[in-house]
Nanobody, 124 residues
């Protein structure tokens, strides 16, 4: 059974940084897509970034110059380095796993079979 466990969230002031981590256990494939989604309070879930097993990455336009998605396949871990944080980045951040390479639109939630419980990020 696949489990995804996020960590690294917290409360920071605008302009600060956080690094999120997501550890996957129970299943692994060399061809998969891992992604970060967030759900701001009272709003729809939105895709933030994604990365294929070979390192090809995808970003939401509003974060591409501030966030960096990466992964360590040996550790089955996904990361999201978030710099220059803004209040609009506030939300619950979830990682997701698809057993195939990312689709062109990584925001399509239908491609992800597994989701983590989330870690809260609050920017004030």
């Amino acid at each position: 059974q696949v489990q995804l466990v996020e960590s690294g969230g917290g409360s920071v002031q605008a302009g600060g940084s956080l690094r999120l981590s997501c550890v996957a256990s129970g299943y692994w494939s060399n061809s998969n897509c891992m992604a970060w989604f967030r759900r701001p309070s009272g709003r729809e879930r939105e895709g933030v970034a994604a990365i294929d097993a070979d390192g090809r990455s995808y970003y939401k336009d509003s974060v591409k110059d501030r966030f960096t998605v990466s992964r360590d396949n040996a550790k089955n871990t996904l990361y999201l380095q978030m710099n220059s944080l803004k209040p609009e980045d506030t939300g619950m951040y979830h990682c997701a796993l698809a057993p195939v390479y990312c689709r062109t639109d990584f925001r399509d939630v239908g491609q992800y079979d597994y989701w983590g419980q989330g870690t809260q990020v609050t920017v004030s």
